[in-house]
């Protein structure tokens, strides 16, 4: 079933709402999947459509306006996940829009109320770390240049103040010389999977030592949101215009306490 | 303890005319403290272990392991070095302390750690530079180690160097020699005051552990008939109230064997009075599993017992009621009936959460109707109020004749002599006048590890429990009553593995289901979850732990001290208590009567010595962890 005022809509944001709350104990991948079918099962229920531009926002059932008060006392940290059908473009499906980035701040400052970010990490699709690699072969010519054009775009919030600090996802030693070769403000963060059983992975703990580079971990899967879950999730919840819709990127965001070590929120 | 000025404490006989001055100006102290500091916010996330340790002095020629009193010596120059450092203008990294018994000494780190999550690699490396610190001046034959007690405390051969008889003047205990009491006169007076005040001497009786030849206990003595048994908070009914020592049971007869125990203690800053009351609610119920958790105390004068923590004796030592309070003859001199010890879990919740039901202060624990309504009077709200006129209900045991006229706005002694011998699972402690700390919780059971990396484990387990329940808004809420009973099961050998504690089923608070809300769970399930029923505490740690940011080393550290909790929670490694069962077990010497005869203790001693230091592995206990 569709409704009619839907059918402008050209773009679908939909927000999971504080995952802290939500009693949700699961993997990354699954916490977002059971969250966004939460939001849009109630879709009809609650939602904001912005018609001149075409913007459908779907909020979470759980979510009561949180606008953060006392902006010092936090740190928040995001990271946008540009998803394999992130390409708007079918001549080149390699293409990252940078448009992502601006696009996806502008609804989480909405959200929280807020005016700037203290982190923000990108992760390129695809891109997986392996301190051992010589030559980064895994990562050709075009899809270097998306990442700087992307690069550029956060250089740009970088310097009107909306990012505090720029951080990358996924980058060995190779890369990270690659791209300091091409690139103005050098990222200052560095996410990389952390798998337990496996050794640290000593060069890039020893360059990020060297170059000031943070190095931090994370558990988050290479697709986060499969297109498959996602369709089934649309179909799932009964949403309009199921087959059309497309996942082009996930922001995850945190909000912690600083100087607590309390997360405040989590989406 | 604490609370420990100089000067000369009155005897009890004199002492316990002020107790209604102390109480009172108490309560002031406490008023003009609360009324301070109660508004104070966002204090960052800082906190501090303490440990307990123990000096062995070795007798290798005939295999005997001792319990060394050098420990004044020792301390006085470890206190010497901290002076210099400071008089340098450096940062002291340690504070020693003296403690209750002759042969302890407290370590605690010279400055809170915090407050980000890296600092809590921190904690290891301060305790081992509390241990080589201490082992500068040790004699060749000497070494520090961390049990919860000595095994042979209270032995009939030479268990103390230098050896001394029992049954002295001030402890008149068939096991002990006075030496064993610090003899600083402020802990003399303790122990006179809560043995006077009770009336009678200590008696505890622990069931003994029944090997295939274990002796019968005191056979010469009449089979005592108990007097009265009564359901205590702790005893459940389990173990009857006797005047004399039972047969098949270990009779102690002493307040130091419970006060002489060594423990590990962890204190959190909370950002606020409301932060540090919901913490102190919900760390109250995890005392009970985090004792069994650290379980390493399964054997008291020597012999095997069915008790597995230190728990039991030192409630009952540190218990200074009355007959009458404790409801076996009717009110006459005292003003109420009890039913808790002085050192127990705590008798109610304070937090001012929606979470906290009524239903579950179920405990009906006496307090001081006076002390209340002025409390009331005074600006401070009902469940406040109750806690701390529950507190108030006990006697000062240690009254200075020189200071008991105070400033009641620039002092606080006269609380803190009521705060800080109320000894429960956890503390609630204001802040301190005139200083920059704010409200804090003491979380106060934990059985004291073999090792350092155990120790610093438990502590960030504590420290990472107390972020998730903050950040998750977790619930752990039980009646009173079922923490403790939970109690009761926590110290009982092997609780571990055989026993299941009341847990709540669904701890996120804003479930709206209608629900039994709390059912028995083993420890396993607890800390590392069932299926899809429980997720199981470790992995809502883990979880947080992916929403912060961390650096991958500090990561994978945290992982490996989270690795050996989850271990230990599952049975995959034992615990201390278990091990040191075993390793009695299969001595060669060991004759299955349960006793741990000197040339066992000795190997025993030993055994920890050289694990602590990483020069022997013990894989049933540790795994394959790195001891450095």
């Given at each position: ?151 550029k775009e956060l250089e740009s919030q970088y310097r009107n103040e909306k990012i505090k600090k720029l951080g990358v996802s996924e980058f060995t030693k190779n890369r990270f010389e690659r791209f300091l070769d091409v690139v103005e403000i050098p990222p200052k963060i560095d996410q990389i999977n952390f798998k337990s059983c496996c050794d640290l992975p000593n060069r890039m703990i020893n ?61 | ?115 980000t999550l890296k600092s809590l690699l921190r904690v290891e490396q301060n305790m081992k530079l509390r241990r080589a610190t201490a082992s500068k001046h040790l004699n060749q034959n000497e070494s520090i180690i961390t049990l919860s007690n000595f095994p042979r405390f209270g032995c009939s051969d030479q268990f103390l160097e230098p050896h001394h008889e029992p049954f002295g003047p001030k ?372 979880q947080y732990l992916e929403s912060m940011n961390i650096d991958i080393e500090t990561r994978n550290h945290l992982e490996k001290y989270l690795e050996f909790i989850g271990m230990r929670a599952s049975g995959k490694i034992q615990t201390a208590a278990t091990w040191i069962r075993n390793f009695v077990r299969s001595h060669p010497n060991y004759k299955h009567d349960s006793i741990v005869s ?31």
């Amino acid at each position: 079933m569709s409704s009619p005022e839907f059918s402008n809509v050209n773009t679908v944001i939909v927000y999971t709402g504080n995952v802290m709350k939500q009693a949700n104990i699961n993997t990354l991948k699954a916490e977002l999947a059971s969250c966004l079918e939460n939001s849009l099962k109630n879709v009809h229920s609650s939602y904001n459509i912005d018609q001149t531009r075409g913007i459908l926002e779907v909020p979470s059932p759980y979510d009561l306006s949180y606008k953060l008060k006392d902006r010092d006392d936090f740190e928040i940290t995001v990271k946008l996940f540009y998803l394999p059908s992130s390409s708007t473009s079918d001549d080149n499906p390699s293409t990252l829009p940078p448009s992502y980035i601006s696009q996806s701040l502008h609804h989480l400052f909405c959200l929280l109320g807020i005016t700037y970010v203290d982190s923000f990490i990108v992760y390129f699709n695809g891109l997986l770390f392996d301190d051992q690699d010589q030559d980064d072969s895994n990562l050709v010519m075009d899809d270097f240049e998306a990442l700087v054009e992307v690069w550029k775009e956060l250089e740009s919030q970088y310097r009107n103040e909306k990012i505090k600090k720029l951080g990358v996802s996924e980058f060995t030693k190779n890369r990270f010389e690659r791209f300091l070769d091409v690139v103005e403000i050098p990222p200052k963060i560095d996410q990389i999977n952390f798998k337990s059983c496996c050794d640290l992975p000593n060069r890039m703990i020893n360059y990020a030592k060297e170059h000031d580079i943070e190095l931090l971990t994370h558990k988050d899967p290479a697709d986060i949101l499969p297109l498959a879950t996602f369709q089934k999730i649309l179909k799932d919840t009964n949403f309009p215009f199921t087959s059309k819709l497309l996942p082009r990127w996930v922001l995850k965001y945190s909000v912690l306490v600083k100087c607590r070590e309390v997360v405040a929120n989590k989406g | 303890m604490g609370f420990l000025t100089e000067g000369k404490p009155l005897p009890w006989e004199q002492a316990k005319k002020y107790a209604d001055h102390i109480r009172n100006h108490g309560i002031n102290q406490f008023l003009s403290i609360y009324n301070k500091t109660k508004d104070r916010d966002k204090d960052y996330l800082l906190w501090g272990d303490e440990i307990e340790y123990m000096v062995i002095a070795y007798d290798d020629e005939s295999k005997n392991a001792k319990l060394s009193l050098r420990i004044s010596d020792i301390l006085h120059k470890l206190q010497k070095e901290v002076e210099e450092t400071v008089k340098n203008g450096e940062v002291a990294e340690i504070s020693w302390h003296p403690e209750f018994a002759a042969y302890m000494i407290e370590g605690i780190p010279g400055i809170p750690y915090g407050n980000t999550l890296k600092s809590l690699l921190r904690v290891e490396q301060n305790m081992k530079l509390r241990r080589a610190t201490a082992s500068k001046h040790l004699n060749q034959n000497e070494s520090i180690i961390t049990l919860s007690n000595f095994p042979r405390f209270g032995c009939s051969d030479q268990f103390l160097e230098p050896h001394h008889e029992p049954f002295g003047p001030k402890l008149k205990s068939a096991f002990l020699p006075d030496e064993v009491l610090n003899p600083h006169i402020k802990h003399q007076t303790v122990n006179d005051g809560l043995r006077s005040r009770r009336g009678t001497d200590v008696t505890v009786n622990i069931p003994i552990f029944h090997d295939k030849k274990s002796p019968n206990l005191f056979p010469e003595c009449e089979k005592a008939l108990p007097d009265h048994i009564y359901l205590d908070s702790i005893s459940q009914n389990l173990f009857p109230e006797c005047e004399k020592a039972l047969p098949d049971h270990i009779y102690l007869d002493s307040i130091v064997f419970g006060g002489g125990c060594c423990c590990l203690q962890v204190t959190i800053q909370a950002c606020n009075i409301r932060e540090a009351r919901k913490l102190y609610d919900q760390l109250a119920v995890l005392g009970p599993i985090m004792l069994a958790l650290t379980a390493s105390t399964p054997i008291w004068r020597g012999h095997l017992s069915e008790m597995d923590c230190r728990w039991f004796v030192l409630s009952k030592c540190a218990d200074e009621r009355t007959k009458e309070e404790r409801g076996l003859e009717p009110l006459k001199n005292d003003r109420f009936v009890i039913n808790r010890s002085r050192c127990d879990t705590i008798a109610y919740y304070i937090s001012l959460d929606k979470t906290l039901k009524s239903e579950y202060n179920d405990s009906n624990s006496v307090y001081d109707r006076n002390i209340y309504q002025k409390l009331i009077d005074n600006g401070v709200d009902e469940i406040l109020a109750r806690h701390v006129s529950y507190l108030f209900i006990r006697d000062p045991l240690i009254v200075y004749e020189d200071s008991l006229y105070q400033d009641d706005e620039s002092s606080s002694h006269h609380f803190e002599n009521i705060q800080s011998t109320n000894w429960q699972t956890v503390r609630f402690k204001p802040p301190p006048l005139n200083s920059n700390i704010g409200w804090r919780i003491e979380f106060r059971c934990m059985e004291v590890q073999i090792t350092d990396f155990e120790n610093a484990a438990f502590v960030i387990f504590m420290i990472l429990l107390t972020r998730i329940i903050l950040s998750y808004d977790l619930n752990f809420y039980i009646p009173i009553s079922k923490v403790d009973e939970n109690m009761a099961n926590a110290y009982k050998r092997d609780a571990l593995n055989t026993e299941k504690f009341w847990f709540r089923r669904n701890i996120f608070a804003n479930y709206d289901g209608v629900e039994d809300e709390f059912e028995k769970m083993t420890i396993n399930e607890i800390v590392n979850g069932k299926s899809n029923e429980f997720p199981g505490l470790i992995n809502i740690i883990f979880q947080y732990l992916e929403s912060m940011n961390i650096d991958i080393e500090t990561r994978n550290h945290l992982e490996k001290y989270l690795e050996f909790i989850g271990m230990r929670a599952s049975g995959k490694i034992q615990t201390a208590a278990t091990w040191i069962r075993n390793f009695v077990r299969s001595h060669p010497n060991y004759k299955h009567d349960s006793i741990v005869s000197q040339e066992i203790n000795y190997d025993l001693i030993k055994m920890v010595e050289e694990i602590q230091k990483g020069q022997i592995k013990a894989p049933e206990l540790l795994s394959d962890f790195k001891i450095q």
